[in-house]
């Protein structure tokens, strides 16, 4: 369910590799955005890994900029809502506007990205994802630097992880990350990754499949966020549920992100 790689003030892009393995995880398309004197650049749709990196730096040139005095956040989708499309990809500006939403490169005043899923809907826009219409509907319309106004957009995200960017670089964030070294992460799928079932990607999840690092089936993670399950936080998801979220029969959820998904209740055993 997507990742986020966020680089502070000071730090090292990651690694092609890296960037690499992201996009491979999550292959429905990437995007970035970066502080500059004028906003937040966005630029997103991309495919392949250099051809992201290189034009986060041709990005960059055009603002005098260096990567070790900006801050950058880098987004893989896999989506879960929403038509896959480059117009699709974080991220996105807090804006009303769809066409803003939509586009694939513009400066806005404020940008976020976002890591999961939210229980949200808006039946004149189905071909934007649930993050788009989160921007649209909620963030747009409110004063997001009130106190009141960040815990309730804590509590509407769930287990989610979001950034928010503004002229001065990373503003808000949300959830807890993955951090290794000065970077970022909002899962671990920015790992390498060994494939099974020959590597293909299946088109019914979204997804490739794989065996982690220590052999287990990917079962033993959120299918969804990628946190680590327990007996405690794995929830009960039916067959009918899973048939309807688009899962496998080994696919399992944590608690918080199925409390998330919109379920029929028929589907609930």
């Not at 992880?161 to 970022?184: A, D, P």
Request: hydrophobic content about 35%; overall charge positive.
């Amino acid at each position: 369910m997507c990742i986020i790689a966020y680089k502070p003030l000071g730090a090292k892009l990651p690694t092609l590799e890296t960037i690499t393995n992201c996009m491979t995880n999550n292959p429905d398309g990437t995007g970035y955005m970066f502080n500059t004197k004028e906003g937040v650049l966005i630029h997103k749709g991309f495919t392949k890994a250099q051809e992201l990196k290189d034009a986060l730096y041709k990005d960059l040139a055009i603002y005098n900029l260096k990567v070790k005095s900006t801050e950058i956040a880098i987004h893989a989708r896999i989506a879960t809502a929403g038509l896959v499309k480059p117009e699709n990809c974080h991220p996105f500006p807090i804006s009303e506007n769809v066409g803003e939403l939509q586009s694939t490169r513009i400066l806005a005043k404020r940008a976020m990205v976002h890591n999961g899923i939210i229980s949200i809907s808006d039946d004149a826009f189905k071909n934007l994802s649930d993050t788009q219409i989160f921007v649209k509907n909620v963030l747009a319309k409110v004063d997001i630097t009130s106190k009141p106004i960040k815990d309730l957009i804590k509590m509407s995200i769930g287990s989610s992880k979001m950034l928010v960017f503004s002229r001065f670089g990373m503003i808000q964030s949300y959830g807890t990350w993955e951090k290794e070294g000065n970077l970022w992460y909002s899962n671990t799928t920015y790992k390498e990754r060994t494939y099974y079932y020959s590597g293909k990607y299946n088109s019914t999840t979204r997804g490739w499949e794989y065996w982690d690092d220590k052999y287990n089936l990917y079962g033993d993670r959120c299918a969804f966020c990628d946190s680590k399950l327990s007996k405690k936080n794995t929830a009960y998801v039916s067959d009918a549920a899973k048939f309807q979220l688009g899962l496998k029969d080994n696919d399992k959820l944590c608690d918080s992100c199925y409390s998330m998904c919109k379920v029929d209740s028929w589907l609930v055993d």
